[in-house]
């Protein structure tokens, strides 16, 4: 017997759980596929969220040809056969290949499907779980629309769970199923966004459950628990999944949203990469934080290193306090924004020379080439200031420092107005 999320797949965009923002009525690829008219494609997203699926019911409303290849097994060779029945009778009309899991072929394999994707003879809807700007060769991607395919809405994924119980019941005729309400939401809650995991847990719930004196099914909370799969985090260290994390939770901590930035810590120890956690931390505290509490890089610090001390999952306690005390800390970009100004103008302008007041003077000869010569030393002077140059002369008016909107750095302005005059 075929796995349940076969038996339901669905035959048409309405029969699709979720995806609405690309398959919904009028949306890009409805309006495709009631043209006709199939460009390559390329579909981006989670497993099981209907990118087979979605390429299924398209293909069959073409009159290509169908081919279907996974780049796991697939290679060259296979591509060349595909190409070649283009000059047959069945091929006259063009090919449609789904070319599953494309990011594991390699620059090779895919330039191979170019020529044919030029001259129009194939037709390539390629899947891949990957960002396809990072796995797919560029050629192929200038020739090709991206649809990404999101995690399925729990409403849907509640939908699917109904179908499936519906066929099911069908299928063991007689046999009546009782899944409670509370059971199909942690069946769906855990999945992902995944219906293809749904539907297993599902299955497996039905199907290993006892009936019960009048021949019928119960499943509750408990029992779906025990059916269903632990959630597995998409976590790649090397994929931009781990970057997409990495980027909100730097994102939620600058933002001063402490529960988000607790999640997402959450999300990157499953994924069981301290060393980024740990990198980050430190960037934000300078970075987001900077002048507007010096400190906090420095309990950072000493939270990331007993971090690394500890290992995990001990690790957790003092990165989580790390987070909460950055997300909650007042913020101020003032030092990156300084520092990037003025690397940004080391590029572009023509800064001059040092003034030779400000160069080394520790040196026999120094006086001769008038090094350090009428320089103020500014602890001679009240307050430990006297006005003196210091930028060269072709940026003297540049100001790389702007002070931060914060309690810290407006006292800070205020004394150096006071004594500046």
């Not at 690309?22 to 209907?50: A, C, H, Q, W």
């Not at 001259?119 to 629309?145: H, K, Q, W």
């Not at 950072?300 to 003092?318: F, M, N, Q, S, Y």
């Amino acid at each position: 017997m075929k796995p349940l999320a076969d038996r339901i797949r669905p035959q048409n965009f309405k029969e699709v759980f979720g995806q609405k923002h690309i398959i919904g009525e009028g949306k890009i690829l409805d309006r495709i596929l009631k043209s006709s008219l199939v460009p390559n494609m390329i579909f981006y997203g989670p497993p099981g969220t209907g990118k087979t699926t979605v390429a299924n019911i398209i293909a069959k409303r073409t009159n290509k040809t169908f081919y279907k290849l996974n780049a796991t097994t697939a290679s060259v060779k296979d591509v060349r056969e595909i190409t070649e029945s283009t000059n047959t009778l069945m091929g006259r009309s063009g090919v449609l290949l789904y070319l599953d899991e494309i990011q594991n072929f390699n620059k090779k394999q895919q330039q191979s499907l170019l020529e044919f994707m030029e001259n129009g003879s194939i037709t390539l809807i390629a899947s891949t779980t990957e960002n396809p700007y990072f796995y797919v060769y560029n050629a192929i991607l200038s020739r090709s629309t991206i649809f990404e395919f999101k995690p399925v809405e729990n409403s849907e994924l509640i939908r699917a769970v109904n179908r499936a119980v519906s066929l099911i019941s069908e299928e063991l005729t007689s046999v009546k199923i009782d899944i409670t309400d509370e059971a199909k939401e942690y069946a769906v809650s855990v999945s992902g966004g995944d219906v293809r995991k749904t539907l297993n847990s599902i299955e497996i719930a039905i199907y290993s459950t006892t009936r019960n004196e009048n021949g019928d099914i119960y499943i509750d909370l408990d029992t779906m628990k025990e059916c269903t799969q632990k959630n597995i985090l998409n976590f790649d260290k090397d994929g931009d999944n781990h970057y997409d994390i990495l980027s909100a939770f730097q994102k939620s901590i600058r933002g001063s949203d402490a529960d988000a930035a607790i999640l997402y810590l959450a999300m990157l120890i499953k994924g069981g990469d301290l060393k980024s956690i740990v990198r980050r931390l430190l960037v934000i505290a300078a970075e987001d934080i900077g002048l507007a509490y010096p400190q906090a890089i420095q309990i950072v610090k000493a939270c990331t290193d007993a971090a690394l001390e500890l290992g995990l999952p001990e690790a957790r306690i003092p990165l989580a306090e790390a987070v909460i005390l950055l997300a909650t800390s007042p913020k101020s970009n003032s030092s990156i924004t300084a520092i990037d100004s003025a690397l940004s103008d080391l590029d572009s302008v023509n800064i001059g020379s040092i003034p030779d007041y400000l160069k080394d003077g520790h040196y026999e000869g120094a006086k001769k080439l008038g090094r350090m010569q009428d320089y103020k030393y500014p602890h001679n002077y009240e307050n430990h200031y006297v006005e003196q140059k210091y930028l060269p002369k072709n940026v003297e008016n540049r100001r790389y420092y702007q002070y931060g909107k914060n309690k810290l750095e407006e006292k800070c302005r205020e004394y150096w107005e006071r004594i500046k005059g």
